[in-house]
């Protein structure tokens, strides 16, 4: 048709609508607006004494001592909100330069590393940039074995050994590897050590993993016999590394009678029952000293016996008669002892 419309069904004409085009927003006064009550929508609120820190950390001037307390405080707090007041401190200024001042004074740094707030907060520094962990590594190992004998402290530098550079990671491990042996006979160090012998078998460190179980093996005799140490020995021969218990074995090589008379290391030595080749190494042992009777009847050293009866009765038959025949003569001795039972239900 001539004026465009269209045609229905029918043939009646209808008329196009035309588009319906929204009218401009209306423009509102920015003067009615009332200003926003923060700056950011996510900042934090710093107290007084945090908001003047944070200034004198932003100048690059010297901090005073009652800032350096200020730091201390804001980096151990434990307020409901002392964690975010740190994040907004650490948010709004340098890193480097915070890394270095967290780091200058390495007794006020362990002190706050051995705080359990402090050392959740300084972990979360770690592994920003290389040049900011430089200040960590340093502070950590001058004060390595400080920090690897306590439960908080040690979590840093864990954290860091897992989140620092290839190059200051194999720093950190030559750390462990050097104080190994002060670890493990230490009252803290020793569950650290098993942790990071766990950790290293769990992430694929086995060079360095392999040369920590050497060293433990290489001091076998003198950690079966403290009153910590013992525990890292039993640890590692948990692990069924045929070429570590093997080196513990070989260590422990005639003194195995005498730590089966001695609480603590009667674990070692059971422990070194429950692997085949070194089991045989110990009950060889048995058989060449003269005083097993008296181990048999000990009290320590008569679980010891009793285990190597029960395993090498299920393994070894040759050297279980040969420990029974050993044995058997004394059975008067023995009565009253569940080996004495035993041999008895032998006859």
């Known amino acids: 048709m001539a004026n465009g419309g269209d045609l229905t069904a029918t043939g009646a004409s209808i008329e196009q609508e035309s588009p319906v085009v929204p009218p401009p927003p209306r423009e509102i006064p920015t003067a009615n607006i009332p200003p926003p009550r923060f700056t950011a929508p996510n900042r934090v609120n710093l107290t007084e004494e945090n908001q003047s820190l944070l200034n004198s950390i932003r100048s690059s001037a010297a901090l005073t001592p009652q800032e350096k307390n200020t730091l201390f405080n804001l980096t151990t707090s434990s307020e409901e909100n002392g964690a975010a007041q740190f994040r907004e401190v650490v948010s709004r200024s340098d890193l480097r330069r915070m890394a270095s001042l967290l780091t200058s004074d390495l007794d006020r740094f362990l002190e706050m590393a051995r705080n359990k707030n402090g050392s959740n907060r300084i972990q979360e520094l770690l592994g920003k940039t290389d040049e900011v962990d430089t200040f960590f590594v340093n502070a950590i190992s001058r004060r390595f074995l400080h920090i690897m004998a306590d439960l908080h402290a040690s979590r840093v530098a864990m954290q860091g050994m897992r989140v620092f550079s290839q190059a200051k990671k194999a720093a950190m491990y030559d750390y462990v590897l050097h104080h190994a042996v002060n670890l493990a006979c230490d009252r803290g160090g020793y569950t650290v050590l098993k942790q ?152």
């Open 196 to 347: 990071i012998i766990n950790d290293w078998c769990a992430l694929g460190h086995f060079f360095y993993r392999d040369q920590l179980l050497y060293i433990v093996a290489l001091n076998a005799l003198r950690l079966s016999y403290d009153p910590h140490g013992n525990y890292v020995v039993q640890h590692v021969l948990r692990l069924n590394d045929l070429r570590c218990t093997h080196n513990v074995s070989v260590n422990l090589g005639g003194h195995c009678f005498g730590l089966s008379f001695t609480k603590l290391g009667s674990y070692v030595v059971g422990k070194l029952l429950d692997t085949e080749e070194a089991g045989e190494v110990v009950v060889g042992e048995f058989l060449w000293c003269y005083g097993v009777v008296q181990l048999a009847r000990s009290e320590f050293g008569s679980f010891v016996v009793w285990k190597a009866l029960r395993v090498m009765q299920e393994r070894n038959g040759d050297l279980f008669w040969r420990l029974v025949n050993k044995l058997m003569p004394f059975i008067q001795l023995l009565r009253g002892h569940r080996i004495g039972t035993f041999l008895d239900s032998l006859c």
